[in-house]
Nanobody, 124 residues
Framework: QVQLVESGGGLVQAGGSLRLSCAAS????????MGWFRQAPGSEREFVAG????????YYTDSAKGRFTISRDNAKNTVELQMNSLEPEDTAVYYC?????????????????WGQGTRVTVSS
């Protein structure tokens, strides 16, 4: 099992940046594929970015490509999401999630473990 705690959310103006962090407990963190999802009010939870257990493979949703970067440090049990050029449409609660599979999957139901979320608000 793994427990996840996100941090780094906040209020930022359009065009600004935020760096989200997810701290994981457990000695098997390096065996999990990790993902970031977000959920805006009235919307379904959607995939943003994912990273393989080794960090060698990353995957982004189209809206995140070129603006967001996912990374992980298995020695520190952390995964981060650097978000640049933020837009009001990026406003949502962002969740960190862990998946036992070897590939990066983009559906929320594929991920067994979730953090509580961190809120990101981008003002125009």
């Amino acid at each position: 099992q793994v427990q996840l705690v996100e941090s780094g959310g906040g209020l930022v103006q359009a065009g600004g940046s935020l760096r989200l962090s997810c701290a994981a407990s457990g000695r098997t963190f390096s065996s999990y594929t990790m993902g970031w999802f977000r959920q805006a009010p009235g919307s379904e939870r959607e995939f943003v970015a994912g990273i393989s257990w080794s960090g060698g493979r990353t995957y982004y949703t189209d809206s995140a490509k070129g603006r967001f970067t996912i990374s992980r440090d298995n020695a520190k049990n952390t995964v981060e999401l650097q978000m640049n050029s933020l837009e009001p449409e990026d406003t949502a609660v962002y969740y960190c999630a862990a998946d036992r599979s070897s590939g990066v999957r983009t559906t929320a139901r594929s991920y067994a473990y979730w953090g509580q979320g961190t809120r990101v608000t981008v003002s125009s």
